[in-house]
Structures are given as C-alpha cells and as structure tokens.
Nanobody
Framework: QVQLVESGGGSVQAGGSLRLSCAAS????????MAWFRQAPGKEREFVAA????????RYSDSVKDRFTISRGRAKNTMYLQMNSLKPEDTAVYYC?????????????????WGQGAQVTVSS
C-alpha cells in the first residue's frame, strides 16, 4: 500500500505563490504516476497536473498551464506543485494522487491512492 500526505496549503493574495508538497510512504516503488487534483465547493474534482516516471513527461490542465509546475524529488517519494500567479478561481482543496499506470491520466478513476487534501485559498 501507499500513503500520501499533503502539506503547504494556506491563504495567499491573488498574484502570489504557494508550493504544495506530497510525501509518499509505503510501497512507493510501485508508483509510476503522481498527480494533483482539486475540488472547489459545489464542484466536481478536476485534474490539475500529473507527472510520469515511465514516460518522463508532465501534463497540465489548460486552466493552470504556464502558471503551475509539477515536479518530483530526487528520492521520488516527494512530489511538489509550485503555484505562481494565483487567482481566486484557484481556491479549492488540492489532493495528491498516485497510480500504478504508466501514463498521465486526467481521470480520477485511474488513480489508486489519495491523500486527505490541503486547502488553498486565494483572496482578491
């Protein structure tokens, strides 16, 4: 099994930056893809970004492209989401996800493990 714990959430002003971290533990060697999803009140969970260690590429949703950067630590047990030029519409609970598949899926059903979520609030 794999356990995921998010950290780094908080409140920032529009235009500011924030970095989220996801610490993975357990059988992390089986994880090939890690991703970030977010969910705002009254809305469905949506894809944000994903990174694959097999394919070696990164994928972003159109809403965060050119503003967010996803990366993994050297030990591959930590994932980051650098968020720049934050907007009020970025306000949501951000979830860390991990999957056994070798491609960057934007569907929640394709991921096997989930963190508890981290609140990100962007004020105008």
């Amino acid at each position: 099994q794999v356990q995921l714990v998010e950290s780094g959430g908080g409140s920032v002003q529009a235009g500011g930056s924030l970095r989220l971290s996801c610490a993975a533990s357990g059988r992390t060697i089986s994880v090939n893809v890690m991703a970030w999803f977010r969910q705002a009140p009254g809305k469905e969970r949506e894809f944000v970004a994903a990174i694959s260690s097999v394919v070696g590429n990164r994928r972003y949703s159109d809403s965060v492209k050119d503003r967010f950067t996803i990366s993994r630590g050297r030990a591959k047990n930590t994932m980051y989401l650098q968020m720049n030029s934050l907007k009020p519409e970025d306000t949501a609970v951000y979830y860390c996800a991990a999957g056994l598949r070798s491609y960057n899926s934007d569907q929640t059903a394709q991921y096997d493990y989930w963190g508890q979520g981290a609140q990100v609030t962007v004020s105008s």
